[in-house]
């Protein structure tokens, strides 16, 4: 009698302490969770992600300015002092153009970019859901993302003259080939596993590729709209320096060849900076926060 009850106690304690120890073990996981997905604070932010860079950039002008002070560089006409860059960069704003040079660019840019996008995302899909189609077109988008920009702006030139026109189609033919191989990417990653689940709820055709499809595919979705907009800025760069025209306005791509053409090559060093400065800004506004919340909501971010 006392041996049944000794083993119905331990039958029910030892539940009792299996309970006690997933427990344990999910709590430890929950704050595992939380420690690596929390949100830094300001100053952690600051010293990782703002003070790097300026550190950098301080380090690089100083070297560019102990060439000069030194006579390591003794001709300013082939290598300007950044003092030189920032007198024509205060006199392009007294004059109340800087602005205007930044404007013509990330408008055709970010609309060339926007119309890419449009176009680029039903193509990736059908590319990488339809077989045939994938079979005709795949060879051809991976030859056009490896063909460099520059290529298409003599052809558009010809067929679309000097105009706004001819700026989208280079960006376009520079930009669409990305985003759609870069989706591709993403959906052939995809697990099938979740194509089944959707389709076991009813998810099939638009509403398993809006619902399932997409968001699965968002890591490598997002890796090619960050790709496709490199590849719009190169190809607006490249349009606005071999294509010049009064009518189109003066970007920063006209902005460097004017310079050029006038061997000014503080003109032509400031416009190299904005250019890189624009593309900066655009992955720092635009691209880091939407791969930080892909990241988050797959709970991939490191606290740091």
Do not use: C
Not at 120 to 138: E, H, K, Q
């Amino acid at each position: 009698m006392a041996s049944s009850e000794t083993r119905t106690t331990d039958t029910i304690e030892a539940p009792a302490a299996d309970t006690d120890r997933l427990g344990a073990v999910e709590a430890g996981l929950d704050a595992l969770e939380t420690t690596g997905t929390g949100r830094p604070s300001f100053g952690q932010t600051f010293r990782t992600k703002i003070v790097p860079p300026i550190v950098a950039v301080v380090l690089v002008l100083a070297v560019w300015q102990g060439l000069i002070s030194f006579g390591v560089v003794t001709d300013q006409g082939k290598l300007p002092s950044p003092s030189a860059v920032w007198d024509a960069a205060e006199q392009a704003w007294l004059e109340g153009k800087l602005l205007g040079y930044i404007w013509t660019s990330v408008s055709r840019g970010l609309f060339g970019f926007l119309i890419a996008l449009a176009i680029g995302t039903p193509l990736g899909i059908l590319v990488a859901r339809v077989r045939f189609v994938r079979a005709a077109i795949g060879p051809i988008l991976s030859g056009l993302q490896s063909l460099p920009s520059v290529a298409w702006v003599p052809p558009a030139v010809v067929w679309l003259g000097l105009s706004d026109q001819m700026m989208y189609t280079v960006i376009l033919l520079g930009a669409v080939p990305s985003i759609a191989n870069g989706l591709v990417s993403g959906i052939d990653q995809v697990p099938p596993l979740y194509l089944r689940a959707g389709r076991t709820m009813g998810a099939t055709g638009l509403q398993g590729a809006w619902h399932i499809v997409m968001p699965a595919a968002l890591p490598g979705y997002l890796a090619g709209l960050k790709q496709g907009w490199a590849f719009s800025w190169r190809s607006l760069m490249a349009a606005e320096i071999i294509a010049n025209h009064p009518d189109l306005g003066v970007g920063l791509g006209q902005l460097l060849e004017n310079g050029r053409t006038n061997i000014d090559m503080a003109t032509v060093f400031l416009a190299i900076f904005l250019i890189l400065l624009v593309g900066i800004a655009i992955d720092l506004l635009i691209f880091s926060p939407l791969e930080r919340r892909v990241l988050r909501g797959r709970g991939l971010l490191v606290k740091g």
